[in-house]
């Protein structure tokens, strides 16, 4: 739009996706019946708390594995068993979870 | 990145200025979920400040562990949290605030003091020769 010229349809995709929640919970903030309770004020637990724990580990995982995958031509073989010992680590703590029964949907 | 410079002083100040405001609405909101909300904010700051210093990687895995995976563990153990027993009584200073209150300000101070003066240029850890793209 103003700055950065070949990014135009990256910052309508940003605006948009923006928006449309803006405008999802406006509406819905006008339209929906206001009820107060105490109900609503209790602890609310979704049950996807063990999911965003691992979650967590896998996308640190995953971020440093990034630069490794862009630059895996020019890295030797050294490189590539070094980044496999690094998976291997984060398979140890996925066995670990999974023993443990974070994987579980119920 | 490669911005006008009044653009990029713009943009540096809005985004300290957003920074500042969300670090104070973390600690002064008396609304849990509100106080997470807005640690979310400053987090999204931090990654425009990278974004700025043309470290486009260390400002997307910013926004995706620490926005997107950290603070969304956060906000799950805020729900943890029972609205009932917000404390609705006015915030007073204790002793211990007052010397909080002064050891954060020098540390500020001289944090503000000894940046500028240090030449960062000096600092080399590697040198060209160990450059693996050629």
């Known amino acids: 739009m103003f700055l950065l010229h070949e990014y135009d349809i990256f910052w309508t995709f940003l605006i948009i996706a923006s928006l449309i929640p803006i405008l999802v919970f406006w509406i819905s903030g006008l339209l929906a019946p206001v009820s107060k309770g105490p109900e609503k004020l209790s602890s609310y637990e979704s049950g996807y708390y063990m999911f965003a724990l691992v979650f967590v580990v896998f996308d640190v995982d995953t971020v440093f594995l990034y630069p490794w995958a862009m630059s895996f031509d020019v890295l030797g073989l050294s490189v590539f068993i070094e980044a496999f010992i690094f998976v291997l680590i984060l398979v140890v703590g996925l066995v670990y979870a999974w023993r443990k029964g974070a994987l579980e949907w119920s | ?134």
């Not at chain 2, 985004?15 to 904010?41: D, E, K, Q, R």
């Open chain 2, 1 to 134: 990145m490669d911005l006008p410079g009044p653009i990029h002083e713009i943009l540096v100040l809005f985004g300290g200025f957003v920074l500042l405001l969300g670090g104070l609405g973390v600690v002064l909101l008396t609304n849990p979920i509100y106080s997470a909300f807005s640690l979310g904010l400053v987090l999204v700051c931090m990654s425009l400040f990278y974004f700025l210093l043309n470290s486009y990687f260390v400002a997307v895995a910013q926004l995706l562990i620490y926005v997107g995976a950290i603070n969304v563990l956060i906000i799950f153990a805020v729900m943890f949290v029972n609205g009932l027993e917000w404390s609705k009584d006015k915030n007073s200073w204790t002793i211990g605030d007052g010397f909080t209150l002064l050891v954060c300000i020098t540390i500020t101070f001289s944090l503000m003091t000894t940046i500028p003066d240090t030449s960062w240029f000096g600092i080399l850890w590697t040198t060209r020769s160990n450059q693996i793209v050629e």
